[in-house]
Each structure stands twice: as C-alpha cells, then as structure tokens.
C-alpha cells in the first residue's frame, strides 16, 4: 500500500543560506522526519491565500498536521493582546485555520502540534491562556515534563500510561471549542491534549511538541488514519470529488 500523504503547514520568514537572503517557506527538518519515522510521506504547504486553496490542498491529502509556531493572534478568539502573547501571524493563522477547517469539514485527518492545537480550539470557538510560566526549558530550550491521558480518549488508546513530553509553550487551552474534549493534562492541570470524539476521523491536538523527542507513537495515530482513508478512499479515483463531498455540520 503507498504510505499515506501527509500535508504540514509551514511559514514564511526571512531567511538567510549561501550568499541568498530572502523569504523562505520553513518548517523545522524535525516534522516531516516524524513523519517519515511514523510511515507517512510529507509533503509542505506553504500559505495560500486564494479562495479555494485550503479546500482544494486538503483534498489532496490523507492527513494534515498543522505545525508548531508563533501565538496566535488573540482577535481570532475576541480577546485583548497581553503584553507577552507575540506579534501577530495573520497570514499564518488565516491559511492554518482554513486548512483546520477544510479538513474537518472533508473528514481527512488531523494533527495540530502545540500552536496547531491551539488554533484547532479556535477554530471551533475556544479561547487560549495567553501566557504561562514553566513549560519551557528556557529561552530557546525545550523543556521536559508530564503528561497524563484521560481514560477511553483516543489519545488515551495512543498513548495510554503518564509520558514525558518534549515542551516548549506559554500559551495554552482555556475556554474547549465547540465538540472538543480534552483528552490528557500537566501535572498543573493544563490541557495537553483534545481530541473531537464526535468526528467520524481522528481530530486530534497535542500541546507539545513530539517531533523533538523519540515517541512516535502520536504522529502514527495521524498516519494509521490516514492509511485507512487510502484504503476507503483508492488513489485510482478523482481525489478533488474529496472537496465536493456534503460538510460535515
């Protein structure tokens, strides 16, 4: 069987290499080498601001992970920048929630890494913690600490004992969007998973960051996913009558 396609999001910024310097579309090696470690194939999505571009990308793939990154701007959930939530992202964050909500609405997948948890709780109405203290290593070091599944979730069947995790975050879940469940929390009680158990496919965020540490064990829920929509859905037919398919309400 081909291994699964599995889209995730990027960013650009300016970035220097050789005697170039320039914008560049990034995304940390460490993600799609968990991809590739878990069975699945990467592939980059760069922003895109054009009408149909998420609905369309998400279409031509079998799963979705929406990276790690920047805060997300707090407008998105009504409230007030604090002081120490970062600039903005606005293109990021418009290109990452429409993808989050392409592939809920197509049934495909999805994985949402720290910054792409937090947007999928967003994106279904949530609200976020702007700032935390101590779930970072320092500045610049990921931290390590905890993690403790919630019983009968999907992340608890992953992952089903008390983990360590690789960390480094200062905003998290506050207010659950609409149909999430949280599905693991820190030792300070902190949401460090949620998942949407009402969804016909795996919808799933992690507050950490799995592709700095050994534990695949998450990524091969989203590509285990993925493999069987291959499976229900061959290649052989046409993968965009995935876009037209009647949203999930």
Known sequence: ??????????????????????????????YPRLVRAAGGLAV?????????AA????????????????DVEPARYGAVAD????????????????????AIDQRVPLLGICRGMQLLNVALGGTLIQHLEDH???LGVFGSHPVTPVTGTVYADAVPETAMVPAYHHQAVD???AGLLASAHAADGTVEAL????????VLGVQWHPEMGQDTRVMAALVRAAGERV???????????????TPVS
């Open 195 to 202: 998942e949407l158990p009402e969804h016909p496919s795996l």
């Open 55 to 70: 609905r369309d990308t998400v279409a031509a793939l079998d799963g979705l992970v929406i990276a790690g990154g920047a």
């Open 175 to 177: 207010r659950l969007g």
């Open 44 to 52: 980059l999505l760069p922003p895109d601001d054009a009408e149909d």
């Open 83 to 102: 002081p120490r939530t970062g600039p903005p992202a606005r293109e990021r964050d418009a290109w990452e929630l429409a993808l989050i909500r392409a």
């Open 136 to 138: 970072t290593g320092g």
């Open 1 to 30: 069987m081909p291994r699964p396609v599995i889209g995730i999001s990027t960013y650009q910024d300016p970035a220097r290499w050789g005697v170039w310097e320039m914008p560049a579309v990034l995304l940390p090696a460490a």
């Open 231 to 245: 499976a229900s859905t061959p290649r052989t037919r046409d993968r965009s009558s995935r876009a037209r398919r």
